[in-house]
């Protein structure tokens, strides 16, 4: 809103910056930076010291890797990278504290004491931070080879080949996974169901603030407008679920059920969203439910997910666009049809360009391929895949059943769903004690949900700089804080985004090649990729006796 406030309201203050002047050259700044980490000296968007002072060391580059390692010493001047999670500069400094305090509490406790310490799930036989897949052997485990023709799991060939291993950092994230979405319905019931309630019954007294006083002139949305759309749109799933039954391997009843999932989660995650900027995510939950019921079916898992989680994170998106329509007293109808027909300008944009990289970018998301430090790896996709082979392949019973190795991580649902309570009754029992109601444990449990595939590099960096502007600038530059922070946060975003693009028109879509030098040539921290358990032998590692 401050953006658009910038963009659109005439200052009278002539002894400082306008706020439309300070986002213009802000931006440009941005815009003209990022073609050195972008492009021309890509070594600066991932420094690790300790990797450089210790070359030949495993466990250094174990602790200094930014990517593959947890990150000690290592930082960044690319602003892609720190706001890889969001913008820093627009979360609230609660929510800043209880990311660092859950962050703080995995990466550099639980996750060393599981690795080092205790060798959790034979955590040395595989590297540290890893979204791979692995045999009990430390290889990459062969996921081709337990797939038939109908794209189901040949359980002979799975037999033969063993069960499948992850790293012991992505095996934790999806444990507090678990715990994050029980904890959320938790925490909402327990701080805001009274709101909620309360706030329900003042809708049908007519009670209303001064926003939707001021909006009562414009004409309101009619409800079959939105009625309409959801039977358009659930029909067209229903037809897609019954028509291409055996490729989207989906029945008529898992879609209702993923959209009730949907439904019911819209409200305790939308209050999440607005009072802390983060987001809980669904997909671990949907995946581990069809997972159960389906097993053996990746493409069916993958959908599942899509309608259960994808489509209420689009809802939560869809209401904060029309809160800010509120704020900003634009006509729902306006937005209404400006949503559904960016809905469709986006959807076939996004479509076209993805399909055109796949046929026109080399080795796109094929790690094994690809040159070092290259921006072409498709982490998120990476993850997406790994995800459908774990919990729709495979099937969580192999993994978190008894069948599988992961079994114990299903204790963290219990956790999630008592933390809250224990923070509601500290709460309760010194009421004036302000602070403890700050403690949102969907936030701290889930302040690595983003990783994968975010990397320690990317919340090292967010953390600094969220605390640089939401604490100290905030604190010793009040007013500039309020002035400027909002649109700094959107100048930088804008500069990344039109130099992405530019870079990509002048030197990816023409096949200019990337130059080679040692400034591009990756964070040279290749060895956090290696286990360390003995015996273990993996190419390019040392073998540890």
């Excluded at 007293?329 to 479509?351: C, D, E, H, W, Y």
Aim: glycine share 8%; proline share 5%; aromatic share 16%.
């Amino acid at each position: 809103m401050t953006f658009r406030r910038a963009l659109h309201e005439k200052e009278n203050d002539t002894g400082r910056y306008s706020r439309g002047k300070f986002f213009l050259i802000a931006m440009l700044c941005s815009f003209s930076w990022y073609i050195v980490p972008g492009y021309l000296f890509k070594f600066l968007s991932t420094i690790s010291v300790l990797c450089l002072v210790f070359p030949k060391s495993v466990l250094a580059h174990q602790l200094g890797s930014g990517q593959f390692g947890l990150g000690i010493f290592s930082f960044t001047f690319d602003w892609s990278v720190i706001v890889y999670l969001g913008s820093p500069l627009v979360t609230p400094f609660f929510a800043i504290l209880n990311i660092l305090a859950g962050y703080v509490v995995i990466v550099y406790i639980m996750i060393p004491v599981a690795y080092w310490g205790l060798n959790l799930y034979n955590a040395k036989n595989f590297p540290i931070f890893s979204t791979d897949l692995f045999d009990g052997h430390g290889q990459s485990y062969n996921v081709s080879a337990i797939v038939n023709k109908n794209f189901e799991i040949d359980n002979v060939a799975y037999e033969a080949q063993g069960r499948i291993n992850l790293s012991i950092m992505f095996a934790l994230a999806y444990g507090l996974s678990f715990a994050t979405i029980v904890a959320t319905l938790t925490h909402v019931l327990l701080f805001n169901g009274k709101e909620i309630c309360e706030r329900f019954r003042a809708s049908y007294k007519g009670k209303i603030d001064i926003h939707t006083k001021l909006m009562r002139k414009y004409q309101d949305i009619p409800s079959w407008w939105f009625h309409m759309t959801l039977a358009l749109s659930f029909a067209l799933s229903l037809l897609l679920c019954t028509v291409l039954k055996s490729e989207i391997q989906l029945p008529w009843w898992a879609l209702i059920f993923a959209c009730m999932i949907a439904l019911i989660f819209t409200l305790p995650i939308s209050i999440i969203q607005a009072t802390t900027n983060n987001s809980p995510g669904l997909n671990v939950i949907t995946e581990y439910i069809l997972g159960l019921i389906m097993p053996g079916k990746p493409i069916a898992n993958v959908c599942f997910k899509t309608y259960g989680y994808i489509s209420m994170a689009q809802a939560v998106s869809f209401l904060q666009d029309f809160k800010l329509g509120h704020y900003m007293k634009i006509p729902p109808r306006s937005m209404f049809v400006v949503q559904l027909v960016g809905t469709f300008i986006a959807s076939t944009i996004n479509v076209s360009t993805a399909w055109y990289m796949l046929n026109n970018i080399p080795f796109i998301c094929q790690l094994e391929l690809l040159p070092k430090n290259t921006q072409w790896t498709c982490r998120g996709d990476h993850v997406f895949y790994d995800a459908s082979v774990i919990w729709g392949l495979v099937g969580p019973k192999r993994f978190f059943g008894p069948l599988g190795n992961y079994g114990a991580l299903n204790w963290f649902f219990l956790g999630g769903a008592i933390g809250p309570m224990l923070v509601w009754l500290l709460h309760k029992s010194f009421p004036k004690q302000s602070w403890i109601k700050l403690i949102n444990l969907p936030v701290l449990l889930g302040a690595t949900a983003a990783m994968p595939p975010a990397n320690t590099l990317n919340f090292n960096s967010w953390i600094v700089v969220g605390f640089l502007f939401n604490f100290f600038v905030f604190r010793y530059r009040k007013k500039w804080w309020q002035r400027y922070n909002y649109v700094l946060a959107a100048a930088l975003d804008a500069g990344v985004a039109f130099m992405g693009v530019f870079i990509f028109l002048a030197f990816g879509f023409t096949n200019v090649k990337d130059l080679y030098w040692w400034g591009n040539e990756g964070e040279y921290c290749d060895l956090a990729n290696c286990p360390t358990a003995k015996g273990i032998q993996v190419r390019g590692c040392p073998l540890i006796k």
